[in-house]
Structure formats: structure tokens, C-alpha cells
């Protein structure tokens, strides 16, 4: 056993994403100088007040543990084509749960602050890309920084239960479907990056969106939802009501008394919906069906536990599932909006996109795709994140400009 300081074990909501090496990239591109001596200093600086961030993952007896690392993270900077932001990145969860990967070309480039997903959220990992780029700005501008320090992020078990939320009874409810790592040793999977095609809406039609929104009476994310939904029925060949939409949602302040955004690893839940057969065809429709079922497993407390209950195994009695194919899923992601980003003058924050890397058995490669909705800037920015080379992409992004397009000029 290391020497180095515990902070704790992983617990089984955190270890899903240890068995998959899962890394999530938040991609800020830049146009302008940048200074790659203020950039260490700052991602020090983070690093030195958010533990999670220098730490790795190591075996003990009882499992896997979180330990400090001895050595701090480095930033990695090279060459390339900033489309690629993951383009020579290293990566091990053993060594290091995070990263800071710089590709360059010319005045152009893509700064990538990487988490591994056992130790932090989207929503978290905002947090400290904000501090990140605050830190920055500061270091540039001669302006001492010393950041206050926090203590290692509490997991989402240890938050729900001194709340009173607990997984569901054995064998209630059927999870399965939430289940995105596969059940293959490690040995047997090999580094995937998933490649990010993005369409950003205009501020005008991000405006008009929300406008179309509160007419109707559905959220920004239900009407990116039933977009995205009616993109995917399309393109499969297939009704809208026999896709599993799964998404994630953020529990910080639904939870009382509220999380902090830094507080804990994975504060989410996961939904799934499915539209009846007498939902209306059009993605407002879909999207009000979407927030009256994301409501009700609110007020039911499924969704807060839905996590809890994805990691927990069936009991031998459980009902066997139903034999067949699997069901045809769709997976959206919503970040929410990222706050303003503090940049010193003379560099600009052209946009922001995810970006990821996880490790998949061979065959997984064409499955494992989705959709990551943010708001940057005033802007509504929808990824599409599907293995380069995917010969559905450019349909997908074809008809989802188009659905899109649609729905801002109703207003």
C-alpha cells in the first residue's frame, strides 16, 4: 500500500467511471496570445485548492482508493489542430485524475481542462474552469493569487443520505437502461475519443428559442430534447415512441439544504423518458411531455436516487429482463449555461464545447455516441459527440440545424 496521504475510497457511484477511464474535456477556444508560464502558474494554483485535481486513483485491498499524487499535474501544449483538442494528451487514472492540454495553430488554439469523471461532474468541472481562467487572467496582470483551499469533494451517497434519500428496495424499479460502462475487464478495452461537431445558435435565435419556450410553456432543455429526439427517430428509421431518451440531472439545488457546485464528485441524476403514443409529433410536444415525466420522477424522488439504484446490482429474486434487442437510446447532456470567463486583454474566448475520452471494448466503438447542450456567451451551443468518422454524423447535423432553424423563426 502507498505511503502517499488516502483522501478515501471511491464509492460505486464514482468507481462506474474508474472501470472506463473516463476523462471529460471542457474546451474554451482561444484567439490570441497565450502565456504558457501564467497558464502552469494558474492550473498550480487550482490544483493546489482543489485536491480532487492532483490525485490518482490506486488499488488497495478493500477496492480503489483516491490517493494524493506527489507529483502535480502538468500542462500539456503542442501543435495541432485545435479541432482536435485532445490531440497528444496523456492520460492515466493511475498517475493523474487531471489534465491541462493546449493545442496551438498560430494565433488560434484549444485550452481543455480534463477531470476524470470519478472525481468530478460537468457542473463542478465549470466551476473550476472558471477559477482556472480567473487564476489566468490574474497571473497575466501581475495580481498575486492564493486560492482558498477546500477540502476533497464529498460523494453523492454520503450527500444523499444525510439528506434521508437512499436507494430504492431490491429488485424496484429497472435501472439497467441508466447503465453506460461496460461489464469487460480493463484489459479487454482500448482508449476512444469521441469527436465533437458542434452547432451554435446566434444570440437572436438562442432569444428566439427561449421566447418560443415561455410562450409554450416548455424549457429551454425540453425543446432542445424533442429536437434532438426527432433528429434521432430520422435517422434510425424509427417511431419517436420506441427511442429511451436518458438524460442527466443536476441535483445542487434541488437537494435541501442545496450542494455547493465543488462539494461533491457526481451530484446528478439520470432520466429516462418515453414518449406515448399520443404525445403530439413536434418537439414542443415532446419537450412539455419531457418536463411534466422529469417533474413527476423529481417529486417522487426517483431521480434523486437513480444513480443509487443504477449501481446497485438486481437481487437474485429480481425479475429476469425481457429477451431482445436493446432498446434504441438516445443520451443528451445539458451543461446549463457557463459563467462569463475572465480573459486578460488582447485574448479572446471564442467559444466553449466538451470534448471526452473513455475506454470502450472494440465493438462499442459506433454505439457510443450523444449530445451535450451548453449556453456560452448568449449562445446555445448543441455537440455532437460520436466517434470521428461517423457516417451518420453529417445527417444528424444536417437535420438537427435544420429542426432547430424551425423552431427560432416561429417566433
Known amino acids: 500500500m502507498t505511503t502517499a496521504a488516502i483522501q478515501r475510497a471511491l464509492t460505486p457511484t464514482e468507481k462506474i467511471y474508474a ?30 485548492a482543489h485536491p480532487q485535481l492532483a ?70 468541472s465549470i466551476e473550476l474552469l472558471a477559477a482556472l481562467w480567473a487564476c489566468y487572467t490574474d497571473v497575466v496582470r501581475g495580481v498575486p493569487v492564493d486560492l482558498p483551499r477546500r477540502p476533497y469533494p464529498r460523494s453523492l451517497e454520503d450527500l444523499l443520505a444525510e439528506r434521508g434519500i437512499h436507494r430504492a428496495a431490491s429488485g424496484a424499479g429497472d435501472a439497467a437502461p441508466l447503465r453506460t460502462v461496460t461489464e469487460l475487464p480493463a484489459s479487454a478495452r482500448v482508449p476512444m475519443v469521441r469527436h465533437v461537431v458542434q452547432h451554435r445558435l446566434t444570440a437572436a435565435e438562442t432569444k428566439a428559442l427561449a421566447e418560443l419556450g415561455h410562450r409554450e410553456g416548455v424549457t429551454l432543455n ?83 436516487r437513480s444513480l443509487l439504484d443504477m449501481v446497485t446490482q438486481p437481487a437474485p429474486h429480481a425479475k429476469a429482463r425481457p429477451s431482445g434487442p436493446a432498446p434504441a437510446v438516445v443520451s443528451v447532456s445539458n451543461w446549463g449555461v457557463v459563467p462569463p470567463l475572465r480573459s486578460p486583454d488582447g485574448l479572446l474566448l471564442a467559444n466553449f464545447h466538451s470534448s471526452s475520452r473513455r475506454k470502450v471494448a472494440p465493438g462499442e466503438f459506433a454505439a457510443i455516441g450523444g449530445y451535450v447542450a451548453t449556453t456560452f456567451d448568449g449562445r446555445i451551443g448543441v455537440d455532437l459527440a460520436w466517434p470521428e468518422g461517423d457516417a451518420e454524423l453529417p445527417e444528424r447535423l444536417g437535420l438537427l440545424r435544420e429542426g432547430l432553424g424551425r423552431l427560432t423563426s416561429r417566433s
Open 55 to 124: 490525485a490518482r486513483l490506486e488499488a488497495d485491498d478493500g477496492g480503489l482508493v483516491f490517493v494524493a499524487s506527489g507529483v502535480p499535474p502538468e500542462v500539456q501544449i503542442c501543435a495541432g489542430d485545435p479541432g482536435h483538442p485532445l490531440t497528444g494528451v496523456e492520460l492515466d487514472e493511475y498517475r493523474m485524475l487531471s489534465a491541462l492540454n493546449v493545442v496551438r495553430d498560430g494565433a488560434e488554439a484549444s485550452v481543455t481542462l480534463l477531470t476524470h469523471h470519478s472525481i468530478a461532474d460537468a457542473h463542478h
Open 222 to 304: 425540453g425543446l432542445l430534447s424533442g429536437a434532438v429526439l426527432l433528429v434521432e427517430a430520422e435517422v434510425r428509421g424509427l417511431p419517436v415512441a420506441e427511442l429511451l431518451f436518458r438524460y442527466t440531472v443536476n441535483l445542487r439545488n434541488r437537494l435541501d439544504p442545496p450542494v455547493g457546485p465543488t462539494e461533491g464528485t457526481n451530484v446528478v441524476g439520470g432520466g429516462l423518458f418515453k414518449a406515448a403514443d399520443d404525445v403530439g409529433p413536434g418537439a414542443v410536444a415532446l419537450g412539455r411531455a419531457l418536463g411534466e415525466r422529469l417533474r413527476a420522477g423529481l417529486a417522487d424522488g426517483s431521480i434523486q
Open 19 to 48: 472501470d472506463v477511464e473516463m476523462y471529460v474535456g471542457y474546451t474554451v477556444r482561444t484567439v490570441g496570445p497565450l502565456d504558457p508560464d501564467a497558464l502552469r502558474a494558474a492550473y498550480a494554483a487550482v490544483c493546489r
